[in-house]
C-alpha cells in the first residue's frame, strides 16, 4: 500500500473519506469498510477546541486505528498549534500533516516541525483566506486543502464561491510545474465535485456523502472517482 504522498498522482480524481461521518463506536471498522469500497486515502479531523468550535480526536485515536489499514493518513489539523503537536501525530501513524495557514504558529516553523517528524506536509485555506496567501510556500510543501465549508464540523452545504480559488491555485502550481496535491474539503458529493474537479482540485475529501450514501459507498467513490473526466477542464 501507498502511504508516501508524493508518490500519489495529481492527474486523476482521488478520494479521501473523512471519518468525522463514520459511525465511531467502530472506527477501525469503518475505515476497513471505506478502504475496500476504493478509498485512496484516509481523511483523519483533528479538532482542539480553539481553532475551531468543535473537539475530535488526537493521537491516541489515531494510534488505535493505525493497524487497521495499510492506507495513507491523511491528517488536517484543526488546532492552534501543530507545531508543538506534529511529532506526536507522526508517532501516532500520520503520514500526512495538513495545518491551517490561519493558526497561531508561524507557517515556516509548522513546516519544519512536520518535515523533522518525518511527514509530508500541506497547508489549509479557511474560506476567508484569499489564494495568494499559500503562493510563497508552494515549493516547501505536499498539498494544499481549500476549504469548501468553514471547518469545524461535517454535513454542511458546499460553498461555490471557493472554485476561483482552487483554479487560481491549480494554475500557478501548474504555471511553477510543482506536484503538488490540491484537495478541497466539505460538502463534496458527486453534484459537486463536478465544478470543483473541473477548476483543478483533484483530492477530494468527503465525509457525509460517502459514508452515508444510499447506494452504499462502493458506488458514493465511484461517483467521485468518475469526476477524473473533467479534472482541469475549467482552467
Ligand atoms: C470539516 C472537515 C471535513 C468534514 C467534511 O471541518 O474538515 O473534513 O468532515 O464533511 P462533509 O463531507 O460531510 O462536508
Ligand atoms: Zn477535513
Not at 467502530?26 to 469500497?37: H, N, Y
Not at 494544499?144 to 491555485?169: N, Y
Request: aromatic share 6%.
Amino acid at each position: 500500500m501507498l502511504r508516501d504522498l508524493r508518490k500519489l498522482p495529481t492527474d486523476r480524481v482521488l478520494v479521501s473519506p473523512s471519518v468525522l461521518a463514520s459511525d465511531f463506536s467502530c472506527l477501525g471498522g469503518e475505515i476497513v469498510r471505506a478502504a475496500q469500497a476504493g478509498a485512496d486515502v484516509i481523511h483523519l479531523d483533528v479538532m482542539d477546541g480553539g481553532f475551531v468550535p468543535n473537539l475530535s480526536f488526537g493521537p491516541p485515536v489515531i494510534r488505535s486505528i493505525r493497524p487497521k489499514s495499510g492506507l495513507l493518513f491523511d491528517t488536517h489539523l484543526m488546532i492552534e498549534h501543530p507545531a508543538k503537536y506534529a511529532a506526536a501525530f507522526a508517532a501516532a501513524g500520520a503520514d500526512h500533516l495538513t495545518f491551517h495557514l490561519e493558526c497561531s504558529d508561524p507557517a515556516g516553523e509548522v513546516i519544519d516541525a512536520i518535515r523533522k517528524a518525518g511527514c509530508t506536509v500541506g497547508i489549509s485555506l479557511k474560506p476567508a483566506t484569499p489564494p495568494e496567501a499559500v503562493f510563497p510556500w508552494l515549493e516547501k510543501i505536499d498539498l494544499v486543502l481549500v476549504m469548501t465549508v468553514e471547518p469545524g464540523f461535517g454535513g454542511q452545504s458546499f460553498m461555490a464561491g471557493q472554485l476561483p480559488k482552487i483554479a487560481a491555485i491549480k494554475r500557478e502550481i501548474l504555471r511553477r510545474k510543482l506536484h503538488i496535491q490540491l484537495e478541497a474539503d466539505g460538502g463534496l458529493d458527486e453534484r459537486t465535485v463536478i465544478p470543483t474537479a473541473s477548476c483543478g482540485a483533484n483530492l477530494i475529501v468527503a465525509g457525509t456523502s460517502v459514508f452515508r450514501h444510499p447506494e452504499g459507498m462502493e458506488e458514493a467513490i465511484r461517483r467521485l472517482h468518475a469526476a477524473t473526466g473533467v479534472l482541469d477542464s475549467q482552467l
